[in-house]
């Protein structure tokens, strides 16, 4: 009896500590997580003159607080993000940076980016931190098509108050993935055609596991309208319960 009451205890606790957010904070957090403008504007592909070949070279050139514009094509590149930095495409899918099946397609190694508007495919991994580059903050993952990674399309280590919003993630082996971090919103996004269409572990400060919010996503595993559960770890092995609320029933527009 006893053993029963605590366990209703636990399931109602977590009910209450993962009570979705309204629109207004939702709202509120995608506008913090969007581009900064603060420096100037560099330019890869196109036409322009002085433009760069390279997206990689831009961003060796770039300053803190610089956009880096992409113009339509495929760029074979692995590249590293080491300043705080706007990476905008042109648009998502006729702008492609493409890993070769090498690395990570985008390594990020600092705080306070944003990268939008891309094809981010055929990496080993297609956007992310690493364990060795982590305590990062304020990253910004907004409408790209992430597909066709060996392992992980998005990888987040220890990375707080970050905004996932708007992507396709497709044909990835586990699609998004947060290990250890809190207060992320991960919203609106496609989820389709992976073997894990959502990755969550937690140590350390696990009680905060509720203060990362999965809101209105579209599950290809999900379609139902009810509250979709998403089963997350505390180091090593403990199940830990989330949910996305507000599962959308059919694929945003333009997913693929």
């Not at 985008?106 to 297609?126: E, K, L, M, P, Y």
């Not at 987040?156 to 990835?172: A, E, K, P």
Request: proline share 4%.
């Amino acid at each position: 009896m006893n053993r029963t009451v605590v366990m209703v205890g636990i399931i109602c606790m977590l009910f209450v500590t993962t009570v979705p957010v309204d629109n207004i904070a939702v709202n509120s957090v995608i506008k913090e997580g969007d581009t900064i403008i603060n420096g100037k504007t560099l330019y890869v592909g196109g036409n322009g003159e002085g433009n760069y070949t390279h997206i990689q070279d831009a961003i060796n050139d770039a300053r803190d607080g610089d956009t880096i514009f992409v113009y339509s094509g495929t760029y074979y590149e692995n590249i590293v993000i080491n300043k705080s930095i706007n990476l905008i495409g042109e648009n998502a899918k006729t702008t492609i940076i493409d890993g070769m099946k090498k690395e990570k397609v985008i390594f990020i190694i600092t705080s306070n980016i944003s990268v939008c508007d891309f094809t981010i495919r055929n990496g080993t991994i297609g956007i992310g931190n690493s364990r060795w580059h982590d305590n990062l903050e304020k990253i910004t993952i907004k409408n790209n098509i992430i597909a066709d990674n060996i392992y992980e399309g998005i990888s987040l280590w220890r990375s707080d108050h970050c905004v996932i919003y708007g992507n396709t993630v497709s044909n990835d082996t586990w699609g998004i993935c947060l290990y250890g971090s809190y207060f992320n919103i991960v919203i609106n996004n496609n989820l389709m055609k992976n073997e894990e269409n959502a990755h969550v572990y937690y140590w350390g400060n696990w009680p905060l596991f509720w203060t990362n919010r999965f809101i209105r996503n579209y599950w290809d595993n999900w379609r139902i309208p009810i509250p979709k559960p998403i089963v997350a770890f505390f180091y090593p092995i403990y199940p830990l319960i989330q949910f996305d609320w507000m599962p959308r029933l059919f694929p945003y527009r333009g997913g693929r």
